[in-house]
């Protein structure tokens, strides 16, 4: 197996099968899938021109999950990203999204780790395996989003002497409510 920093590079070929240069074998869009749910980026190019169609295949992943049912993403959400492609917002929405899914994510990472280690939950049965489903969620969620903070700012907050993890998880509280207040003030 390559290392998981490089991005498994995807050909596209005329015939628009996708075929895998590491295992020099065709894949289909649930193959990708679950190469960037292990963790992997990818990139897919069109052999002719060269072009990067990465965007294009993991839109269409997702709107294939969507359409079987797998509804992650609510209404509004979908009607607000249709809008911000004809408003101003086109050059805050990229960076919002990135920051909310990061800080989703870093809650989550703080969430498990705090049920880990102090839960007696954790001694349940088939508590590994509902973790499991947790950790899979999270990366059919945010895979694929990196960390683009902007200018100045240096993501969310680290640990910190002094601090416990009860006021990191309110502060993880905090910025999430102070993102939805300013996503509802965008959607109008």
Do not use: C
Request: hydrophobic share 35%.
């Amino acid at each position: 197996m390559a290392d998981k920093d490089t991005p498994l590079l995807i050909k596209r070929y005329a015939s628009r099968r996708l075929y895998n240069t590491e295992t020099s074998d065709y894949v289909t869009l649930e193959d990708i899938a679950g190469f960037i749910r292990d963790g992997r980026e990818v990139q897919i190019i069109d052999l002719k021109t060269g072009d990067d169609l990465t965007r294009q295949y993991l839109l269409q992943i997702i709107a294939e999950h969507e359409s079987r049912g797998e509804n992650v993403l609510p209404i509004n959400v979908l009607t607000d990203l249709v809008r911000s492609y004809t408003t101003q917002a086109t050059s805050v929405v990229p960076q919002f999204l990135a920051m909310s899914f990061d800080m989703l994510r870093d809650g989550q990472s703080k969430m498990m780790e705090n049920m880990t280690s102090m839960n007696p939950m954790t001694k349940m049965p088939g508590f590994e395996a509902m973790q499991a489903q947790q950790e899979a969620f999270m990366k059919a969620m945010t895979g694929g989003l990196s960390g683009n903070w902007p200018a100045g700012s240096s993501g969310p907050s680290q640990d910190s002497p002094g601090r416990n993890e009860g006021e990191d998880l309110d502060d993880i509280k905090k910025q999430l409510a102070e993102l939805q207040a300013k996503l509802n003030k965008m959607g109008g």
